[in-house]
């Protein structure tokens, strides 16, 4: 099934224009349904009532965020969010393939938007910043967050999202809004199938509390964000790494973390 993902996307000064002027551009008919249609059924089930148990973290945010990390699958309920949220890292096997493809994608897309190296974020570099594909879920009945902004700067953010599922199929009332000169912008109700949006992350928006007697709704996201490795650690933290490894090596414990080269013949 489609390892890689040709977009039709219009040009990339064409994109940036929309959303400087307008706050938001929906570009449509991006990718074949067949795609949408692999990625939808996945991810219906892996937000399953049932699955959803398994969401044990809450680094929603990704603080103290590692190069090399596990993949996260986190929930967040508070008053100001309810949602669930699966972040697949570049180095990790993907959770979903097509997913992960379809988020490099567009990542490359944005790189063009900002004038950035076409493979930005897709491969560990010296500033650390790591694209990683992310997946959105709130539950229908109940999944929501307040209104708020990517960044406390008042510069366009370039911000980039594909719907899984989709307003008025999936769910009835609530879903994403933007609030451009003080109007407000239904965008799930503007969003059509194997079409991606973008948008100015630094205008105001949220999720209003989606209704529905179906699933809720769902969204992915090529983030871009900085990470962590082991020289951002402190000392002290370093020190208690190389500890553990040699105590374990000198004790000759099962769990042992592999070490050296392995071009054994
Ligand atoms: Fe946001």
Not at 11 to 20: A, G, L, P, Q
Not at 29 to 56: A, G, M, P, V
Request: hydrophobic share 35%.
């Amino acid at each position: 099934m489609h390892k890689t993902i040709k977009l039709k996307i219009p040009d990339s000064s064409f994109i940036y224009n929309e959303i400087v002027a307008k706050g938001y551009y929906v570009c449509e008919n991006c990718f074949d349904e067949e795609i949408l249609t692999n990625i939808q059924k996945f991810w219906i089930d892996y937000f399953s009532e049932k699955n959803r148990k398994s969401f044990k973290s809450k680094n929603m945010f990704g603080l103290a965020q590692s190069i090399g990390e596990k993949n996260d699958d986190c929930y967040l309920k508070n008053e100001k969010f309810y949602m669930y949220r699966s972040k697949d890292f570049l180095w990790n096997e993907p959770t979903h393939e097509l997913t992960r493809n379809l988020s490099s994608e567009i990542n490359k897309i944005r790189n063009r938007i900002l004038n950035l190296d076409k493979y930005h974020g897709l491969i560990i570099e010296k500033d650390r910043e790591m694209m990683f594909s992310q997946v959105n879920f709130y539950p229908a009945n109940s999944g929501y967050a307040f209104e708020h902004k990517d960044t406390k700067s008042n510069k366009v953010l370039i911000s980039c999202m594909f719907n899984i599922t989709f307003k008025n199929i999936h769910f009835d009332k609530g879903g994403l809004y933007l609030i451009i000169n003080n109007q407000k912008i239904d965008v799930d109700e503007i969003i059509t199938p194997c079409s991606v949006f973008f948008y100015n992350g630094n205008l105001p928006h949220g999720v209003d509390k989606i209704i529905s007697k179906n699933i809720g709704r769902m969204a992915g996201y090529p983030m871009k964000q900085f990470f962590l490795n082991k020289t951002t650690l402190p000392k002290y933290l370093q020190f208690l790494i190389q500890a553990d490894i040699s105590i374990r090596k000198r004790l000759n414990l099962k769990n042992q973390i592999k070490q050296g080269n392995s071009s054994l013949i």
